[in-house]
């Protein structure tokens, strides 16, 4: 293994991140390298010293300021728009749906031969007709009962 | 039994708020933690990490648990980060043009920390002190995206897999920002270093 090819794989050397084969590998070539043995020692040193710089406290209100944003959040409504968003059960039902209309549609036979105007029989009854069948509105014998009024106000004849 | 940030965030997903609660103390101090190195700020820190933890709970119905939940909580936070960062940037440079310069503004919060703590040799402390600011310095010098990488992988301990995928990058190409990022902490921490390493 070349000094270039140790780049990529010093650090996790350093972290003792590297799988079995790999380390063989770079165990072998430190072994002959005192260059890339330094830069391990070098590399080592500089994760020590980013060890010693000390860990900050969140302040006291750092979790009530989290709550009050978090409280503050509206609470979340389905939007009349949200009926439009695709669901794997709508999306099963729609499908289930068009697989019966075709099923049914594929069963059914040949549609009829759809029937001509010209090809039905004209009934003629001479003895009907419709016209003077009609009485005419005056010949009325009896006068229209109270029950029929009650929606059309009566008028009452004034006295003078 | 502990249960795991997938299932409490699904149950945060079924309208258990005490599961978020559950979240919140478990990565509230590693959050805070990773924003505070990135835009040296405490203050801005936990604004962003309040603002990533509201993300979380607003996205809680579309939750799927598709990738690790430490992936999609720090991917929230890194993007939050280096926005603020960018944005900030632009700031700084309007601010500077009139503001006096006042040294080492932003050592200030972790300074105020260590005072409290005793220290028999006012020389030690010094010293100490010195390393540290060299140290947070150092890091703070790091590209952005670099720096993110080295604070995922030395102090949240995240895998390559997740660090690559936060990052939107491949696995080789995070090697190598890391391996770049390593080369340029070893050169400017290197009397440090070299003291380590005799040692």
Redesign the interface.
């Known amino acids: 293994m070349s000094c270039g090819k140790m780049e990529t794989r010093i650090l996790a050397y350093v972290d003792g991140r590297l799988k079995e084969s790999e380390l063989a590998e770079v165990d072998k070539h430190l072994a002959g390298c005192a260059a890339c043995r330094l830069r391990v020692n070098e590399f080592r040193a500089v994760g020590d010293l980013l060890d010693e710089l000390p860990m900050i406290e969140p302040s006291g209100a750092f979790n009530a300021r989290v709550h009050a944003l978090v409280a503050a959040e509206p609470s979340r409504k389905r939007s009349w728009f949200a009926w439009l968003t695709p669901s794997p059960r709508v999306a099963f039902v729609a499908s289930m749906l068009l697989l019966a209309t075709v099923w049914v549609e594929t069963r059914s036979g040949p549609e009829p031969a759809p029937i001509e105007a010209t090809d039905l029989p004209v009934v003629e009854n001479a003895d009907y007709d419709v016209i003077s069948s009609f009485a005419p509105l005056s010949d009325l014998s009896q006068a229209p009962s109270d029950d029929d009024d009650n929606d059309v106000p009566q008028q009452q004849p004034q006295q003078m | 039994m502990t249960r795991s940030d997938v299932q409490l965030m699904l149950d945060v997903k079924a309208g258990d708020q005490q599961s978020?609660e559950l979240l919140?103390q478990r990565y509230?101090?590693p959050l805070?933690?990773f924003l505070?190195?990135m835009v040296r700020n405490?203050e801005q820190a936990?604004d962003l990490?309040?603002e990533v933890?509201?993300r979380v709970?607003?996205a809680r119905?579309d939750y799927e648990p598709s990738a690790k939940f430490t992936t999609w909580l720090f991917r929230i936070a890194t993007n939050l980060a280096l926005n603020s960062l960018r944005d900030h940037r632009y700031q700084k440079l309007e601010i500077s043009m009139d503001a006096p310069i006042v040294a080492d503004a932003e050592g200030g919060?972790?300074r105020m920390?260590?005072v409290a703590d005793e220290h028999p040799d006012i020389e030690q402390h010094l010293v100490e002190d010195a390393?540290?600011k060299m140290?947070?310095h150092a890091?703070e010098k790091l590209p952005e995206k670099q720096r993110a990488a080295?604070l995922l992988?030395?102090?949240q301990e995240l895998?390559?897999a997740e660090i690559s995928k936060i990052l939107r990058c491949s696995e080789?190409a995070l090697?190598?920002l890391?391996?770049r990022a390593?080369e340029t902490?070893?050169v400017e921490?290197a009397p440090?270093?070299a003291s380590?390493?005799k040692h």
């Open positions: 978020f919140l509230r101090t805070v933690n505070y190195r405490r936990e990490a309040q933890f509201l709970y607003r119905e919060d972790e920390m260590e390393r540290k140290i947070r890091i080295v992988h030395k102090y895998d390559y080789s090697k190598s890391l391996f390593y902490l070893r921490l440090l270093v380590s390493v």
